[in-house]
C-alpha cells in the first residue's frame, strides 16, 4: 500500500560518508516501521537499521552501530540513512522497506513494500 523510492547512493572513499533518503507515498507513513536493507552480489538481502516509529526504538546490526544513524520525518513521509566512516565492505545496494509497526521483525521476508534500491559503493 505505500510507495517507496530510494536516492543518495554513490561512490566514496573509505571514511567517507554519504546520507540516504527514501521517500514514501500511498498510505499513512506513521503506521509503518521502516527499515533499511543491503544487498551485495551473490549474497542475501541483510538488515542494516530499522525504525518502529518516529522517535521511538531504533535497531542496528552490528556491523554498522556506531557508524549508521536511521532518522525519519513523518510529516515529510521520509526516511534516512545517514552513513559515517564508510567502509569497502560496506558496498551494496540499499533498500528502503517497509512493514506494519505492531508485528514483525526486521528480516527481509516480514517488509510487504519495497523500493527500487540504491548504489552505495565504497572504494579501499
Known amino acids: 500500500q505505500v510507495q517507496l523510492v530510494e536516492s543518495g547512493g554513490g561512490l566514496v572513499q573509505a571514511g567517507g560518508s554519504l546520507r540516504l533518503s527514501c521517500a514514501a507515498s500511498?498510505?499513512?507513513?506513521?503506521?509503518?516501521?521502516m527499515g533499511w536493507f543491503r544487498q551485495a552480489p551473490g549474497k542475501e538481502r541483510d538488515f542494516v537499521a530499522g525504525s518502529r516509529w518516529s522517535g521511538g526504538p531504533t535497531s542496528y546490526s552490528d556491523s554498522v552501530k556506531g557508524r549508521f544513524t536511521i532518522t525519519r520525518d513523518n510529516t515529510a513521509n521520509a526516511l534516512y540513512l545517514q552513513m559515517d566512516s564508510l567502509k569497502p565492505e560496506d558496498t551494496a545496494v540499499y533498500y528502503c522497506a517497509a512493514r506494519s509497526a505492531y508485528l514483525g521483525h526486521w528480516v527481509p521476508s516480514d517488509f510487504s513494500s519495497w523500493g527500487q534500491g540504491t548504489q552505495v559503493t565504497v572504494s579501499s
Open positions: 500511498g498510505r499513512t507513513f506513521s503506521t509503518y516501521a
